[in-house]
């Protein structure tokens, strides 16, 4: 036997010849797919349009595994959000308590400066709305921006047998607001002798 005959009847040579048949045989058959004309700008077009919807149909599937991802996060934390909502506003609410209780305060010693300054307008003003403050703090009525004095003074006549201090201050209030009436120094020391009266029942 001669090294040719060797060499064409071997067997990794009749598995090359077979690999390379199934490969020509392939190629053949997908041959057949090619677009008849010779023009492949036309191939080309299809291609990028293709390439387009898949571009496009990408981002439309991460939009809605974005949503989708979006929605399962609020249904797993939705609970501890409205939780850490609550407690906010319970802080907000306990810190505007502390506003009001030191804006009483704040209205006291403000009036007390328009008295040194002789501004006995502000300062009764500020008396006025000291009162507020304290009878809102001491919840015995609660403040209310549609409330008008006369509504003040028929709500406290239900609760309160000495009206004449309540009186003096919101009487006084309603004449340098309504009446333009020009306090006196008189006047801020009569709201400011009510006021004390008040505070210390």
Known sequence: MSASEFETNSLGWQFYLFQKRVGES???FLSRFDPPTPDKSQGLRFSQWFL???????????SFFALWLMWR????????LYAWLNEAQSNDIRSQ???????????????????????????????????LQFL????TLPHKKSRTDGE????LRLSNSSMQPYETLITTHEQICFDEMEAAQV??????EAYKEITQE
Do not use: M, T
């Open 152 to 155: 003040y003074l028929q709500i």
């Open 73 to 80: 996060l609020w249904k797993e934390f939705n609970p501890y």
């Open 52 to 62: 387009n919807l898949l571009n496009f149909l990408f981002w439309v599937a991460v």
């Open 187 to 192: 006047n801020y020391e009569q709201c400011r």
């Open 97 to 131: 308590k502390n506003e009001q209780q030191i804006s009483a305060a704040a209205l006291l010693s403000q009036s007390q400066e328009f008295y040194r300054q002789g501004k006995y307008r502000d300062a009764c003003k500020c008396l006025y709305l000291a009162l």
């Open 26 to 28: 392939i190629e053949y």
């Open 136 to 139: 809102h703090e001491k919840n």
